[in-house]
T-cell receptor, first 115, second 114 residues
């Protein structure tokens, strides 16, 4: 299993500013995933963060808006840049472990409100 | 690309009764995993049950069981003897063996009435 610590748990930010969300895993993992969950909605994959290479972004998400760092196998950050009220969401990091009993583990999420 | 569809935005069940949540999916791959995750108001995603596509036997975990119909690409979750603590959002999800990201359905909000 994996324990994921995600910080901050919530924040209220002014539009036009940036927020960096941190995700720390208690074991080494090759890939980490960042999801956005808009109010009352499902989880949408933003990007896959690989250690030692650039993150891979899903359609509709760009690096300038959501820069990601992955400095080692246990840590990643997601920055939400130049925020607008439309960025108000829950952001979750996740890892997928196991080949036989595959399971995804999630951080507790960051609730972001942009005012 | 993989897609997951949950057609029931909301479901309600009486305590101690049984409820079934529906999920269909689409993929051209033959090797994949299917999951049901629960998200209570705390936001923490909790694995409810997992099914490997190569297994014909339906997975069960205590009061939770699935009806996996591979040909129909259907993966429903049955909750027996529903408890108040089962109230949450339930997400159906799929991941491929050779691709590590997970795709989620829109979710079903389950209410349990005392």
């Amino acid at each position: 299993s994996a324990v994921i610590s995600q910080k901050p748990s919530r924040d209220i930010c002014q539009r036009g500013t940036s927020l960096t969300i941190q995700c720390q895993v208690d074991s080494q993992v090759t890939m980490m995933f960042w999801y956005r969950q808009q109010p009352g909605q499902s989880l949408t994959l933003i990007a896959t963060a690989n250690q030692g290479s650039e993150a891979t972004y899903e359609s509709g998400f760009v690096i300038d808006k959501f820069p990601i760092s992955r400095p080692n196998l246990t840590f990643s950050t997601l920055t939400v840049s130049n925020m607008s009220p439309e960025d108000s969401s829950i952001y979750l990091c996740s890892v997928l472990l196991g080949y036989v009993n595959t399971e995804a583990f999630f951080g507790q999420g960051t609730r972001l409100t942009v005012v | 690309a993989q897609t997951v569809t949950q057609s029931q935005p909301e479901m309600s069940v009486q305590e101690a009764e049984t409820v079934t949540l529906s999920c269909t999916y689409d993929t051209s791959e033959s090797d994949y995993y299917l999951f049901w995750y629960k998200q209570p108001p705390s936001r923490q995603m909790i694995l409810v049950i997992r099914q490997e596509a190569y297994k014909q036997q339906n997975a069960t975990e205590n009061r939770f069981s699935v009806n996996f119909q591979k040909a129909a690409k259907s993966f429903s979750l049955k909750i027996s003897d529903s408890q108040l603590g089962d109230a949450a959002m339930y997400f159906c999800a799929l991941t491929l063996y050779n691709n590590n990201d997970m795709r989620f359905g829109a979710g079903t909000r389950l209410t349990v009435k005392p």
